[in-house]
């Protein structure tokens, strides 16, 4: 095999090698590219804390935080978008925390419970940790007043 030959040959093996890399995972149904979908279909799935420990109630599988971003107080049980950095997680919110906790459209949550199915969270504890203002200063007060 000659020095030019052997170069060409070696480019058309790599350039095989990183097609086949890619075109694999899509065609067997698990693309390395995630698909774009609509703003409902956003889901972020934890991964198991703490090796699976359900007895650790601040694993990341039984909390979720995050900004609500849309409330469907009509359905049963109510839900609530929540905005997060990973990605936007609907929570199903049990045991009347949507009227107790007096969680609204804007504000940051700590919620409690965990994942159920297709990746929607099971809340049966909401926290408010931030009221949103409505009034544009990001400081949480309702008053508008910086009182810090």
């Not at 790599?14 to 409902?40: E, N, Y």
Request: proline fraction near 4%; charge should be negative; glycine fraction near 12%.
């Amino acid at each position: 095999m000659t020095q030019p030959f052997g170069r060409v040959a070696r480019a058309i093996i790599l350039a095989a090698g990183i097609t086949t890399a890619i075109a694999v995972p899509a065609v067997v149904g698990s693309p390395l590219v995630a698909s774009r979908f609509g703003q409902d279909a956003n889901v972020a799935l934890a991964a198991p804390a703490n090796n699976g420990d359900k007895t650790n109630d601040n694993s990341e599988e039984r909390n979720l935080e995050g900004q609500i971003l849309q409330i469907r107080d009509d359905s049963n049980p109510p839900q609530a978008l929540v905005g997060q950095v990973g990605g936007n997680v609907w929570a199903n919110i049990y045991n009347n925390q949507l009227h107790d906790s007096g969680v609204n459209q804007g504000d940051y949550v700590h919620m409690h419970g965990q994942y159920g199915d297709h990746g929607v969270f099971d809340a049966n504890q909401v926290d408010v940790v931030d009221r949103f203002s409505g009034n544009g200063n990001g400081n949480g007060n309702s008053n508008g007043n910086d009182n810090s």
